[in-house]
């Protein structure tokens, strides 16, 4: 079965300090996954996805198919990087996006 | 730039009473999602709707949950007869070829 697991539910770290929020996913034939942010009491709204292979603010993302993970990093983080975090992988034709449990990045001055 | 708008904010009902929630997709828009997020719990896809239709509805998505695309421009979601288990963030998308974009999010809580 399609599955999306992010296993950690919070992860604390100083500015400055670099990031890792962990996602593996289940998935038979190739995925497109995404990375998406949701900023306190804002919407979610699509950081990255792999197929772009973009960094949007410093945040880079790479699918690791034989670890079947889509790790998402930033070397240096921000204060205002705070947020949720969620792995998604749309499904089907239809698109429905199916979602990890999303990691709290808390970083700390 | 373009939204996803949703109404009301918070709606607070009575179990067993009806509610309607309401999405303005994006204009250009043609597939449409509900998802809903009970609290401490992950983002769970309810519904899709393409072409006037439902294409795909989840295991949640049961007789009591119904939707609508009445005038063209707004997408609704309806629950029959609430239950305490509704009480949830519920979200609803639209969809260009490659990104969903989400409204802000209607919280329910039913009493």
């Known amino acids: 079965a399609q599955r999306v697991t992010q296993p950690e539910k919070l992860l604390s770290v100083f500015k400055g300090a670099p990031v890792e929020l962990k996602c593996n996913y289940s998935y038979s034939g190739s995925p497109e996954l995404f990375w998406y942010v949701q900023y306190s009491r804002q919407r979610l709204q699509l950081l990255l996805r792999h197929i772009s292979r973009e960094s949007i603010k410093g945040f880079t993302a790479d699918l690791n198919k034989g670890e079947t993970s889509f790790h998402l990093k930033k070397p240096f983080a921000q204060e205002e990087d705070s947020a949720m975090y969620y792995c998604?992988?749309?499904?089907?034709?239809?698109?429905?996006?199916?979602f990890g449990q999303g990691t709290e990045l808390s970083v700390k001055p | 730039e373009p939204e996803v708008t949703q109404t009301p904010s918070h709606q607070v009902t009575q179990m067993g009473q009806e509610v309607i929630l309401r999405c303005v997709p994006i204009s250009n828009h043609l597939y449409f999602y509900w998802y809903r997020q009970i609290l401490g719990q992950k983002v769970e896809f309810l519904v899709s709707?393409?072409?006037?239709?439902?294409?795909?509805k989840s295991e949640i998505f049961d007789d009591q949950f119904s939707v609508e695309r009445p005038d063209g421009s707004n997408f609704t979601l309806k629950i029959r007869s609430t239950k305490l288990e509704d009480s949830a963030m519920y979200f609803c998308?639209?969809?260009?070829?490659?990104?969903?974009?989400f409204g802000p999010g209607t919280r329910l809580t039913v009493t």
């Open positions: 998604a992988l749309p499904y089907n034709q239809g698109g429905k996006l199916i």
């Open positions: 998308a639209s969809r260009t070829a490659y990104e969903q974009y």
């Open positions: 709707f393409y072409n006037n239709e439902i294409s795909e």
